[in-house]
């Protein structure tokens, strides 16, 4: 004769299921980060050993890289991470400017190694790695905000910015939250500014002592 299961034990099967859906779920994520950590240390040492910079290309470079920086900065002290849903400041124009920032970044280091080759190598690893996180995290997104951000969607660019804000009027959508340094610093962006502070100043040495 069968018995129903208990109470207790049919909340620990359910609890179990829940768990083992999260962590399906979110098995990606580390595995992301992995190969966007290796895939960064990897360029980095390709920098090293092959960078010829030349004044003019480390200017462009520089500034292209510079305006990454800064917008990369300017999102990062925008954005609410894991607790709403940010279109306001830089998030009126693109959904992604901290991908479009770290772009930016990566194409101004590239020319300004004056390497076609790092062009070529950051060009795969962007495309692949970046492409991945960028659809990953969209579906995510989608999927905790639902229509709040589908209609967010249909209105931003995903990576490529909108000239023009997107005037967004959603209660709560987080468009009116602003810049804020104290942000920024929780968010750790001082690090990125360092570390292309770091490379520049690697190619400016490069190129001076010939």
Not at 73 to 98: F, Q
Request: net charge positive; charged share 20%; proline share 4%.
């Amino acid at each position: 004769m069968d018995h129903a299961p208990s109470a207790p034990h049919e909340r620990g099967h359910a609890a179990f299921r829940r768990a083992a859906h999260g962590a399906l779920r979110l098995g990606l994520k580390p595995a992301l980060r992995t190969l966007r950590l290796r895939g960064a240390w990897l360029l980095a040492a390709a920098f090293v050993l092959l960078a010829r910079p030349t004044s003019k290309l480390l200017l462009a470079g520089a500034a292209l890289a510079l305006l990454g920086v800064l917008l990369r900065g300017w999102a990062a002290g925008t954005i609410h991470k894991d607790s709403e849903l940010s279109t306001g400041g830089p998030y009126a124009h693109t959904r992604n400017p901290l991908y479009l920032g770290s772009l930016l970044i990566g194409l101004g280091v590239a020319v300004a190694s004056g390497r076609w080759e790092l062009l070529l190598l950051f060009g795969v690893f962007y495309v692949v790695v970046y492409g991945t996180v960028i659809r990953t995290e969209a579906r995510a997104l989608e999927e905790r905000f639902g229509a709040r951000y589908a209609g967010w969607a249909s209105e931003v660019p995903l990576l490529l910015p909108r000239l023009l804000p997107h005037r967004g009027t959603g209660a709560g959508d987080g468009h009116g939250a602003g810049f804020t340094f104290e942000r920024w610093r929780r968010n750790r962006e001082y690090q990125a500014a360092l570390g292309v502070l770091a490379g520049f100043l690697y190619l400016a040495a490069r190129l001076l002592l010939g």
